[in-house]
Nanobody, 116 residues
Framework: QVQLVESGGGLVQAGGSLRLSCAASGSIFRRNVMGWYRQAPGKQRELVATITSDGSINYADSVKGRFTISRDNAKNTVYLQMNSLKPEDTAVYYC??????????WGQGTQVTVSS
């Protein structure tokens, strides 16, 4: 069983910063991909950023240059530093970990609200 616990969401003004954390526990395959996704009201869940266990990173175009993803493999924890936040970044942010053979697990989500 794998559990993901997210923290760090909240309310911030436009231009501000937040840092999300997600700690994974349980039987996690060493070679994996951890990432952040978000879902705004009335929209589909979309990728924000992913990072592999060997450090390869992928960002959505909408967050490039503003968000930074990182991870601590020893702690099975992934972080998302969000700077220069915009109202359109408002969404529920979900953490995900996945590895080969289709294993994929999600956190419960954390709300990020950016006021204009």
């Amino acid at each position: 069983q794998v559990q993901l616990v997210e923290s760090g969401g909240g309310l911030v003004q436009a231009g501000g910063s937040l840092r999300l954390s997600c700690a994974a526990s349980g039987s996690i395959f060493r070679r994996n991909v951890m990432g952040w996704y978000r879902q705004a009201p009335g929209k589909q869940r979309e990728l924000v950023a992913t990072i592999t266990s060997d450090g390869s990173i992928n960002y959505a175009d909408s967050v490039k240059g503003r968000f930074t993803i990182s991870r601590d493999n020893a702690k099975n924890t992934v972080y998302l530093q969000m700077n220069s936040l915009k109202p359109e970044d408002t969404a529920v942010y979900y953490c995900n970990v996945n590895w080969r053979f289709g294993y994929s697990y999600w956190g419960q989500g954390t709300q990020v609200t950016v006021s204009s």
